[in-house]
């Protein structure tokens, strides 16, 4: 188990973990492998839970108080994942790094193929929308949202509108 921070001021956080918990000295002390004198030295800042001691304590806080079951947990040199208390995120894996050039040409053909022309057709015209967004300041987010499908009671509305004769 790692070095525990002696410097770091662990009375407060005893004492936030026990009225988080509702208990008294005794059960505090109990729940913990020690005796109510010694619970009682914790409050009084005359003593502080060992190292093995303030991870127990984490895992008793977690499920009322996750924040101060993490501040537990670090004042043993300890992470709530590192202590089995909650899982850690899966690992992402990092994207493969293609060459621009390569990605970019996958990108002119998708365009390409839905409009079954040859890509030399698309390239121009991509590359002077991507100007006109970049200069717009949009993301390609922004781009794909608004070239997206409208949503159903908007093209109900234009279908209705069209459908009437003109004044």
């Not at 936030?16 to 009682?40: D, N």
């Not at 502080?48 to 984490?58: D, G, N, V």
């Not at 079951?69 to 850690?88: C, D, K, R, W, Y």
């Not at 390409?112 to 967004?133: C, I, K, N, Q, W």
Request: aromatic letters at 2%.
């Amino acid at each position: 188990m790692p070095a525990f921070l002696l410097n770091r001021p662990v009375t407060a956080l005893v004492g936030r973990a026990r009225q988080t918990l509702g208990m008294t000295q005794e059960k505090f002390g109990e729940a913990l492998g020690a005796s109510k004198r010694t619970a009682s030295r914790w409050d009084a800042g005359r003593g502080s839970p060992s190292p093995s001691m303030m991870c127990r304590l984490a895992a008793l806080v977690h499920p009322r108080d996750p924040s101060l079951a993490a501040e537990l947990a670090a004042s043993a040199s300890e992470t709530l994942e590192s202590l089995g208390i909650v899982q850690a995120p899966p690992a992402v894996p990092p994207a493969p790094a293609y060459p621009t050039s390569l990605v970019v040409d996958a990108v002119v053909c998708a365009a390409a193929d839905a409009l079954s022309v040859a890509p030399e057709t698309v390239r121009g015209a991509l590359l002077a929308a991507f100007r006109r967004a970049r200069e717009l300041r949009l993301s390609i987010d922004d781009v794909e949202k608004a070239l997206g499908p409208a949503p159903a009671e908007a093209v109900t509305a234009r279908r209705r509108s069209a459908a009437r004769p003109a004044p």
